[in-house]
């Protein structure tokens, strides 16, 4: 089993930064497979990061330039850096975790970005 427990969510004004961590225990092979999904209210959960082996990330195009995904092996924890935020990245944030064919996912964390 794995578990992944998330935090530095809260609310911010537009322009605002913010860091979310997400530490994972358990059965963790590697944090490479490990990324960040946000669902906003009436909306489908999005992808927002991945990090894969060899260290490559993956964006949405709506957070390029903006937000950076890295990870500590060491820790089992990755993270976003959100910087430059907007109403629009308000969400739940999720940490997920691909162990195929099971997807752990985190209970997720609120981000309010007001104008």
């Known amino acids: 089993q794995v578990q992944l427990v998330e935090s530095g969510g809260g609310s911010v004004q537009a322009g605002g930064s913010l860091r979310l961590s997400c530490a994972a225990s358990g059965s963790i092979f590697s944090i490479y497979g490990m990324g960040w999904y946000r669902q906003a209210p009436r909306k489908q959960r999005e992808l927002v990061a991945i990090l894969t082996s060899g260290g490559t990330t993956t964006y949405a195009d709506s957070v390029k330039g903006r937000f950076t995904i890295s990870g500590d092996s060491a820790k089992n924890t990755i993270y976003l850096q959100m910087n430059s935020l907007k109403p629009d990245d308000t969400a739940v944030y999720y940490c997920?975790?691909?162990?195929?064919?099971?997807?752990?996912w985190g209970q997720g964390t609120q981000v309010t970005v007001s104008s």
């Open positions: 997920r975790y691909n162990d195929f064919p099971r997807i752990y």
